[in-house]
């Protein structure tokens, strides 16, 4: 059974390129990505936590690097293109604008009358027109799997909005299938980390979701007595990942049995989602994240910071659309680009902090 995609078998670059006598096509991918300044951008932009509320809460750049890591480990075991894995990890959330979740609704609210704004697509604006690293040609030049894996980024993506050139009646590739469920199992770990460490979510609360009441009696009874409470929630958020990681790999092992996947051509024609835990798993995860909504995610400091967020990028929005001329040459008006277009992409490449300094600075307001 062969499952995992082959570099050998890529469908190519939109511009051709001499081989790599050291890499294969993913790993040339993969430095690529890495050596873009929309990735080093990551660093400055919000998860959950903005980058003022403390030194130790994830950030883009960490959570992506955490979704790449987890992603490779369940994929070895899987026997998948590990390399192609970590491509469509380190892509996948360079896209998002500042301030987190709410800076996305935000900016697809902005835009919903000028072609909607939604990070998938702005990701693949981003690696096939807006990084500018070579002189010959935009973008990044980036195998197709990877840009095809960047706009199927979604179990349950809509495929009457992929591009044809993506063949939006092929499913997903086992890799790029492994990093969006991976991707919302680390969510879920590191929100429950952070949120307990901050103070935003307490031990007695959460004692009340059966997954993470598992969890902790597991590392409870794995740890000496005397255990102080900050290693036990290390212990448990280890045990929940292992468990959901664990539960992934035996699903879709059965999956792929169970729909007879032996190749990649069956993989793309399997209009089943392949790769994702079980049903029990599934619900007990749903039970868990409909907690940290109401618990975390609307706690009334997350909600005052991205309240505040959310006028500053209405404000900068409304200000370069009267003034475009105040945006830098770079982000000129191009005449495949609506001026909201524009706008928006400049936005969305931002940082938390430089959207902060850049409102303060043309409409006044919170400064660093």
Not at 297 to 304: K, T
């Amino acid at each position: 059974m062969t499952l995992a995609f082959p570099d050998a078998a890529s469908r190519g670059r939109e511009h051709a390129h001499l081989p790599d006598p050291q890499r294969g096509e993913f790993a040339r991918d993969r430095d690529r990505i890495v050596h873009s300044r929309a990735f080093r951008r990551l660093q400055h932009k919000t998860q959950v936590f903005t980058w003022d509320e403390g030194d130790h809460f994830r950030n883009r750049l960490t959570h992506t690097i955490e979704v790449a890591q987890v992603a490779r480990s369940a994929g070895r075991r899987l026997g998948l293109n590990e390399d192609l894995i970590e491509c469509v990890a380190l892509v996948h959330d360079v896209g998002h604008p500042p301030f987190g979740h709410q800076g996305e609704v935000l900016l697809a609210e902005l835009m919903q009358a000028h072609g909607g704004f939604e990070h998938n697509r702005q990701t693949l604006r981003i690696v096939e027109e807006l990084e500018r690293r070579y002189p010959e040609f935009l973008g990044l030049n980036l195998s197709y799997e990877v840009r095809e894996s960047i706009v199927k980024h979604s179990a349950h993506h809509d495929r009457t909005r992929i591009p044809e050139r993506f063949h939006p009646e092929e499913s997903p590739l086992l890799e790029a299938q492994l990093v969006d469920e991976i991707d919302s199992i680390v969510y879920d770990c590191h929100d429950i980390d952070d949120g307990l460490r901050g103070g935003y979510i307490s031990l007695a609360g959460l004692r009340e979701v059966p997954l993470w009441a598992g969890a902790w009696a597991e590392a409870v009874e794995a740890s000496p007595r005397g255990t102080p409470e900050n290693l036990l929630v290390d212990r448990a958020v280890r045990r929940l990942l292992d468990s959901f990681v664990g539960n992934l790999v035996e699903t879709t092992r059965a999956a792929l049995a169970a729909h007879k996947v032996v190749d990649v051509a069956g993989v793309r024609a399997c209009p089943e989602q392949l790769v994702s835990v079980s049903t029990t798993m599934k619900d007990a995860k749903e039970r868990l994240e409909a907690w940290l909504f109401a618990n975390l995610y609307r706690h009334y400091l997350v909600n005052r910071t991205f309240q505040r967020a959310k006028r500053i990028l209405a404000d900068l929005f409304t200000f370069y659309v009267d003034h475009p001329d105040c945006m830098p040459p770079s982000h000129e008006v191009r005449r495949e680009r609506s001026l909201q277009r524009t706008v928006a992409d400049y936005i969305a490449g931002m940082t938390d902090r430089y959207a902060i300094d850049e409102h303060a600075r043309l409409v006044g307001g919170w400064r660093r």
